[in-house]
């Protein structure tokens, strides 16, 4: 007989390589489940009239030992006792000849048909309506308003202290302007409530993400007459930052490549692509062996995985295939530490960089930038750079760019290849063949 699982056990229980189901013994068909990434959840096992098994997710697994106030809610976060409580009345339920996994469908199907009227339940119908149909970042607005996919990936799930689960119960006709103030300020100060925090320091940029996505939810409410108005209206939208022109001059790009030296293999290699192909951070971080040709010389970035949804088509110098090589992976993922997750800790990664750089405040989007204007500096036609940024703009913009699909393969590979050997002579201490970057913005 499986013994009861306690809240201490189950906060001393690690994530594997696999998916993990504890069974606890308190309760009849009652698990723990602990994905790989560690996310935990409760889920009940039981048969449905017929003999048919079934799995029911009851919620993410609350560890703290803290009950909240009234009956536990399915899809709520869920402490032990509470988990216990909600599987006995299910169990109830069955025992009452209930299907109660078809009770739940019809239950979602009513929501969906009349609409929510609490905040967490439109946040959910916005998210899976909308957002997941139309938006490829859909992830991220969905966490701002305190949502995350479930772990079976079959629908939607409260975060633990999110906004969502703050709000849960909130009538979204009370909803103000005084609310989304005090949210956005709240953001703006503490951070996304449920989400950790990264960053020290008031956030203006998570503030106006927070801002955005209420403000957006509740426009797609109003013109479904969900509500009569959007509260976000007259609250004061925090202010855009001025567009950045900083660039690493010349003697600060080779801190930089000496500063990126210093770390793991894997670290440095994935720090120097991204100076030597403009590329962003994500894309070359989940860069894919499958995504290379098989001479290595051409990386092609799904369209699923670049910021405009289309699919673009890098040629890699020499220097960049020397640093891929010696990453020496085995896997599908090119940049990783472990052979199943891609490259973390980039909080970390970056103070180690500003501490062996010692230059003003920086972001590790300046090296886009700064592969960009150096480009440009060598002489490359403008389109040419933004061929190469993947960028619908300027020169690719509007009707031009509607019908001027040439992929300018030939002359990328130039520009790349220029751009690499210009690196290469400054980190080497060669005189440049070339103009070099100006000072600009000094980094």
């Not at 894919?288 to 673009?312: C, F, M, Y």
């Not at 088509?313 to 295939?321: G, M, T």
């Not at 960009?372 to 002489?379: R, V």
Request: net charge positive.
């Amino acid at each position: 007989m499986a013994k009861q699982l306690t809240a201490a056990a189950a906060l001393r229980l690690r994530p594997g390589k696999v998916r993990r189901e504890i069974r606890d013994g308190g309760c009849p068909g009652l698990y723990l489940i602990i994905q790989s990434g560690g996310h935990r959840s409760w889920a009940l096992r039981f048969r449905r009239p017929g003999g048919k098994p079934a799995k029911l997710t009851l919620g993410p697994a609350d560890l703290t030992g803290q009950e909240a106030e009234g009956e536990p809610v399915l899809g709520a976060p869920l402490t032990r006792a509470s988990a216990r409580m909600l599987a006995t009345e299910l169990h109830r339920q069955r025992a009452l000849g209930e299907d109660v996994v078809a009770v739940r469908h019809r239950e979602r199907l009513e929501r969906m048909a009349h609409g929510g009227k609490t905040f967490a339940a439109a946040a959910v119908d916005y998210i899976e309506q909308y957002a997941m149909r139309r938006t490829r970042g859909w992830r991220d607005r969905a966490r701002l308003l305190g949502l995350r996919p479930t772990a079976e990936g079959n629908g939607l799930e409260l975060i633990p202290k999110g906004l969502a689960d703050r709000w849960r119960d909130r009538p979204i006709a009370e909803i103000d302007g005084d609310d989304i103030h005090l949210i956005v300020d709240e953001v703006r100060e503490r951070g996304v409530p449920g989400l950790e925090r990264r960053a020290e320091g008031p956030s203006d940029s998570q503030a106006r993400a927070m801002f955005a996505g209420l403000s957006k939810m509740f426009s797609w409410l109003v013109a479904r007459r969900r509500s009569r108005s959007n509260p976000c209206t007259g609250v004061h939208r925090p202010a855009t930052l001025k567009a950045r022109d900083r660039v690493l001059t010349s003697s600060k790009l080779v801190a930089f490549w000496r500063a990126a030296d210093a770390e793991r293999r894997e670290f440095g290699a994935l720090l120097k692509v991204l100076l030597l192909t403009g590329s962003r951070l994500n894309e070359v971080a989940g860069m894919q062996s499958a995504e290379l040709t098989d001479d290595g010389a051409t990386w092609t970035i799904p369209g699923e995985r670049t910021k405009n949804g289309r699919v673009h088509v890098v040629p890699l110098s020499p220097l960049v295939r020397e640093l891929i090589a010696s990453v020496g992976t085995d896997t599908n993922l090119v940049f990783t530490t472990n052979g199943t997750t891609l490259v973390s800790g980039w909080s970390k990664i970056k103070n180690r960089l500003d501490a062996a750089m010692q230059i003003p405040p920086w972001r590790l989007h300046d090296l886009r930038r700064t592969c960009a204007t150096g480009i440009a500096e060598l002489g490359i036609a403008p389109h040419i750079v933004e061929a190469v940024l993947n960028h619908v703009s300027g020169a690719r913009a509007g009707v031009a760019g509607t019908y001027n699909r040439a992929v300018y393969a030939g002359e990328k590979k130039a520009a790349l290849e220029r751009w690499a050997a210009h690196v290469e002579g400054l980190i080497e201490g060669r005189p440049p063949k070339v103009v070099p970057l100006h000072h600009r913005a000094e980094a």
